[in-house]
């Protein structure tokens, strides 16, 4: 029998060819295509990460730096600076700065966001940050602090000097990110105030800092300002302007870096809806929005502040990302063939992209790694070397790796190839028989389509049983899942993931008309049925496979990637018929006794059965379809918890206002006790426009499901 090919990647978790939408920015920039990754000759060959500091785990680590010497300074949002020696032995760091008495981290996008030490810090221990206050209304700080005297390795937190002020009007596009130019002037990037669509016209409008880049002189001090304004910013002798401003039409910067070399300003835009961006900053730049979202109209009747809109170097669809984080350029020493290499990433798919110049001098992208990380943010250390940050609480470093450029290596073109299947012909398809199935009790949403799940562990290996996280699985264990469509007989897709030495890698083969065979569809393939669902009226409808980066999106490392595989989905059946007393009879399962005892082990309801609680019902449609996001460094921008066995206060779901956007919902909340019209969680759950959840994977709306929720919002007591 023939089983899927591990292929040797660096740390690859999901397979794929890179399938890019380049746009154009200037005459240099290459030209927009649907071709896999351009053919232009690159010098690098095998990009991969590793971990860098074994030792060492951080908490939502989201800034990393140096101070021109052999230290690393780590930032976590929650408020602290950690700094440690760059030794991968390191096993231990240290508190630098500790300002979780005064930042905010209510919001998945605010707290300690900005960091950045003075370029003549070894003369006057000068270190800036920029944090979201605790205190008092809803603003973003922007604040010196000096070193201890008598400590190089502790901030003397008794020495802020407050520089700037900015008032946050919602809770999400903070922006955030601080660095010093070659030019000695301290840079800021600050989101247009937040909530979807810039409801505030921020990044058109010059009388407001949001929605900007700023670029202030914090060596010299103006009148009435605790910094200066540089005189050569463009918009210092415009009327009505804030001279403070060096760039415009910005979403949400997240991340931006200088080019220590060159410096150039590179930075990542997080998108609306359609495409993330990473633009090239200069002086008095005008990137688009909310006019334009990348190179592609947006809002045709707001009014460009100034002209021209400059197009970014390169931008992504939704198949690729949903959230970029901008990156590094590198200039280390380790590869050097690299030198010059931008390399950014995306939050929530776990890519890794690479920007180069090719020998014409066009800009080219590619997608060089899926890692299946949860990409916060890049960095670099004293030498140039470029580092990963991921909210796994590891720090990996870029590197060179014998990987092969082509991310299908091992996987067969056709499904008929893989030995999944022992049988293809008819409507009937037999599985090889060492492959398991196994049921879950609550489905997770997917256009009605039928499914059956079958999983295959190697042999003599077993997998390790947990009562409320996703159990473990051994190297090479394979999951299977068919989909099936609800109103016909064809076969729609089968979804492959693999555990492997590094991860976890995905595919998906979307079976032909007749379903005889399937073939490998790693950038995705969305396409027409024929077959009327219950209660529509249209007999043409689209079905949408995900590519393997939006299979990231849900099959994430803070769920346990494979979503079914834990015991309340999976605890299901009566006595020796219990599905989990089967796994453990069969010896697939350890870490449990054999006396498991189904009735005192966690198991989720089906939604459709009327015997179970009200709210057991809608609290598992909410974690088998939600959770895998909003949860604990989960990569969902909504800082709520939808996993059932959170409470109802830590959920941060009931009787609060949202922080991505009220869907045009007056005084809305997240969920509105007793008011399901109010409830922006039951709003983004039926609509298949601007706003769905999940963003991915449907073109039907869950009706069974949003009863569901309508009813458990109308019965909670307000």
């Not at 555990?499 to 032909?512: I, K, P």
């Not at 449990?592 to 966690?602: I, L, R």
């Amino acid at each position: 029998m023939i089983h899927l090919k591990q292929p040797q990647l660096g740390f690859a978790v999901l397979l794929g060819s890179a399938l890019l939408l380049l746009v154009i920015a200037q005459p240099n920039i290459a030209q927009e295509t649907d071709s896999p990754t351009t053919k232009s000759e690159s010098s690098v060959k095998g990009i991969g990460i590793e971990v860098a500091f074994p030792k060492l785990r951080f908490y939502r680590p989201v800034s990393l730096t140096h101070a021109n010497d052999n230290r690393i300074f780590v930032v976590e949002q929650a408020g602290v600076v950690r700094v440690f020696e760059n030794d991968d032995q390191t096993d231990r760091s240290t508190v630098f700065l500790d300002l979780t008495d005064r930042v905010n981290r209510g919001s998945n996008e605010e707290g300690l966001i900005g960091f950045a030490f003075h370029p003549n810090y070894k003369k006057n221990g000068e270190i800036y940050v920029h944090y979201s206050a605790l205190e008092g209304a809803s603003r973003g700080i922007l604040s010196r602090f000096h070193v201890d005297e008598d400590n190089p390795n502790k901030v003397d937190v008794d020495s802020e000097e407050i520089l700037l002020e900015i008032p946050q009007p919602f809770r999400n596009h903070n922006g955030g990110a601080i660095a010093f130019g070659k030019d000695g002037m301290l840079y800021l990037s600050l989101g247009d105030g937040g909530k979807a669509n810039d409801p505030l016209l921020s990044g058109q409008d010059l009388s407001t800092l949001l929605g900007k880049i700023l670029r202030i002189d914090v060596d010299q001090q103006d009148e009435g300002l605790a910094y200066a304004v540089p005189k050569d910013n463009p918009f210092v002798d415009r009327k009505g302007a804030r001279p403070e401003i060096y760039a415009l039409g910005l979403r949400n910067v997240w991340r931006f870096s200088i080019d220590r070399k060159t410096g150039d300003i590179w930075a990542g835009d997080v998108g609306q809806n359609r495409f993330d961006e990473i633009d090239l900053i200069v002086k008095g730049g005008n990137y688009g929005w909310n006019r334009w979202e990348a190179a592609e109209s947006f809002r045709s009747e707001t009014e460009m502040a100034t002209e021209p809109h400059i197009k970014p170097i390169a931008s992504y669809g939704r198949q690729w990302g949903l959230s970029v984080t901008g990156g590094n350029v590198y200039r280390g020493k380790r590869f050097p063939k690299m030198d010059g290499s931008y390399f950014y990433g995306d939050y929530i798919s776990g890519n890794l992209w690479r920007i180069w110049k090719d020998e014409k001098g066009d800009y080219q992208n590619e997608l060089v790694r899926r890692t299946g990380r949860s990409i916060a943010a890049f960095g670099e250390d004293s030498d140039g070397e470029v580092f990963l940050l991921s909210f796994d609480g590891k720090i990996y470093r870029i590197i060179p790796t014998k990987a092969p450029e082509n991310f299908l290596a091992g996987w067969p073109e056709k499904l008929s190839e893989t030995g999944i299947f022992s049988n293809m012909n008819g409507r009937q398809k037999e599985v090889a028989a060492d492959y398991i199935p196994y049921e879950v009790n609550a489905q997770f949403w997917s256009d009605a389509a039928r499914k059956t799940r079958y999983l295959r562990l190697p042999e003599g290996q077993s997998m390790t049983y947990s009562e409320n996280d996703a159990w473990e699985v051994p190297v090479g264990t394979e999951i299977v899942k068919n989909f099936r469509d609800a109103y016909s007989p064809r076969m729609l897709e089968t979804r492959v993931i693999k555990r492997t030495e590094t991860g976890w890698e995905a595919a998906t083969y979307v079976w032909d008309k007749k379903s005889t065979d399937a073939k490998l569809f790693p950038e995705g393939q969305q396409f027409e049925l024929y077959s009327r669902p219950r209660g529509t009226p249209n007999r043409v409808r689209l079905w949408h496979g995900p590519s393997t980066s939006e299979c990231a999106s849900c099959h994430t490392d803070a769920a346990g990637y494979v979503l079914g595989l834990r015991t309340a989905q999976l605890n299901r059946g009566k006595g020796q018929s219990n599905q989990i007393a089967r796994f453990i009879n069969s010896g697939m399962l350890k870490g449990v006794t054999d006396q498991f005892d189904p009735q005192k082990a966690p198991a989720f309801c089906e939604p459709s059965d009327d015997t179970a609680t009200l709210n057991d019902r809608a609290r598992v449609v909410l974690d088998v379809n939600c959770a895998m996001c909003h949860r604990p460094n989960g990569p969902g921008n909504a800082n709520i918890d939808l996993r059932y066995t959170t409470n109802d206060a830590e959920t941060k779901m009931f009787d609060l206002p949202p922080a991505q956007g009220d869907l045009g919902i007056e005084e809305a909340k997240i969920v509105k006790r007793g008011d399901p019209d109010k409830s922006t969680l039951l709003k983004r759950m039926e609509t298949l426009s601007v706003g769905r959840m999940p963003t991915i994977g449907s073109n039907l709306v869950d009706e069974d499901a949003v009863s569901l929720i309508r009813e458990w919002i109308q019965s909670l007591e307000d």
